[in-house]
């Protein structure tokens, strides 16, 4: 079986429930359900509420483990400004911005597609930045046992730009160190090269 499924696999039999409270939300906000405009909306919101929180239906941990080679490489691989879009789990409003993601093998390497599929598998759930960063930490970490990991996220959050405190400029960073990150000289190279624009 695959490690993630295609959404039209796992959606059809809770789209109807998720619907029918889309179309209460929208009759709650004051709006006619059967106005030619919304007839489909609850609808259309319930498929892409789900898409959205996807990644509870995903396995990360097999994601990975279905891509790892044996490699001698035991220097730094990044890959730095992997967008991710994520809900913020106290507005549920969007959250987005990017991640980079550095580690250091331990006799495997991983396809390389796979940490961008393990950061969008915790990025669709509903979350707060922290512990985003460091699901996608622990998970590289305890499935690659790499001798380093390295996790920084830069993201804008839609409920202190739409609402709130209305800042339209702030973005907020959060970052994870395990192993050979957690000394001073490798996380300055790291940070040093996620900053520089060569890539
Ligand atoms: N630490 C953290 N806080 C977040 C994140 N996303 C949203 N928040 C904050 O969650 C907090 C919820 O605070 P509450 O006071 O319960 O909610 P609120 O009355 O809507 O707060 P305001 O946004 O200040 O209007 C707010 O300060 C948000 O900015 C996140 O990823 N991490
Ligand atoms: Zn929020």
Redesign the pocket.
Known sequence: MAPYKKFEEYNIEITDDVRQNYSTIIEGVGEDITREGLVKTPERAAKAMLYLTQGYQQDPVKILQGAMFKEDYDDMVIIKDIELYSL????MLP?FGKAHIAYIPNGHIVGLSKIPRVVDVFARRL??????THDILECLNNTLKPKGVAVVIE?S?M??MM???QKQNSV?TTSGFRGQFEKQETRNEFLKLISSNLS
């Open positions: 913020c789990e106290h507005h959250f979350q707060v930045q922290e512990r985003l993201a959050h409920c202190m609402r709130g405190v907020t």
